[in-house]
């Protein structure tokens, strides 16, 4: 079966309906603010397959996505393969996969062909896809702290990573995204994609967009990772901690004390 708009696509089997639902609703709420931050629209037609079976899907992909992944994006055929939900032991968000792979799809064609660092690619989708989640702050406070985070060169082999160091390194990647928009905004990371599409190299592009290397800006990221997620952070959190724990014991004092002082009233009163 299949649906088309102007914009996308979407075959499936009949009974991922469905889910296909979900696949157009997610694609057509995200189109835009994702091109608006990219400052880019692709124009062409995007594809999307739902494949039933694992199988179909690591046939569609040829065996270049890992047990864990749930998607893929192919951005030399402007195509993104999903896994159906109907497939065993899978635990994804459709919408989170859909907007993730869609970034990368509308990335590849504002960079023209160009090539970017997995950790931009990745941060980038991870970003516009919002997965983030409460549990991340403490895997990234315990990689701080260990000393265990991942160069975000090294990023580039993820597709070889273990499920959990794959995990912290999509979220690294997130971050110095978010970095980016933050220190430079929207129009900074708008430059920096299109400096790699025309500088032809990372620290060119890098330069040219931002107005700072490679190195320069990691080193940066890396600081300001620490302040939020180092020591300063965890103890701010743990004093945080103490001092609600120490409301909600005052709380529960003051309203066992307010119980029983009614409690005495009511005896005396009913003593009278």
């Not at 046939?59 to 996505?65: C, D, N, R």
Request: proline share 3%; net charge negative.
């Amino acid at each position: 079966m299949s649906r088309r708009t102007d914009r996308v696509h979407l075959t499936y089997h009949q009974d991922d309906r469905p889910v296909a639902d979900l696949v157009l609703n997610a694609f057509t709420t995200a189109y835009p603010r994702l091109t608006a931050d990219i400052g880019f629209s692709p124009p062409d037609t995007i594809r999307i397959i739902i494949a039933g079976t694992n199988q179909e899907f690591q046939t569609l992909t040829q065996g270049a996505v890992p047990d864990w992944g749930a998607g893929c994006a192919i951005p030399d055929e402007n195509l993104i393969v999903l896994k159906s939900s109907r497939i065993p032991g899978l635990d994804a968000d459709v919408r989170e996969v859909v907007v993730h792979e869609l970034s990368h799809i509308v990335l590849n064609q504002a960079l023209n062909g160009a090539d970017v660092p997995r950790w931009l690619d990745e941060g980038f989708a991870m970003h516009e896809s919002r997965e983030w989640q409460v549990w991340q702050r403490l895997s990234l406070t315990l990689a701080v702290l260990s000393h265990s985070l991942i160069p975000l060169r090294d990023i580039r082999h993820v597709n070889t990573f273990s499920e959990r160091k794959a995990q912290l390194a999509y979220l690294e990647s997130s971050l110095a995204v978010r970095f980016i928009l933050a220190r430079y905004g929207r129009q900074g990371l708008q430059q920096l994609i299109q400096g790699f599409a025309t500088a032809g190299t990372t620290d060119g592009a890098f330069m040219d967009g931002l107005g700072t290397g490679m190195d320069e800006f990691e080193a940066a990221w890396l600081e300001d990772l620490t302040r939020q997620y180092g020591w300063r952070a965890l103890s701010g959190e743990v004093f945080s901690f103490w001092v609600i724990a120490t409301l909600l014991f005052l709380l529960a004092y003051w309203s066992k004390r307010r119980q029983a002082r009614l409690i005495v009233q009511r005896w005396e009163r009913e003593e009278e």
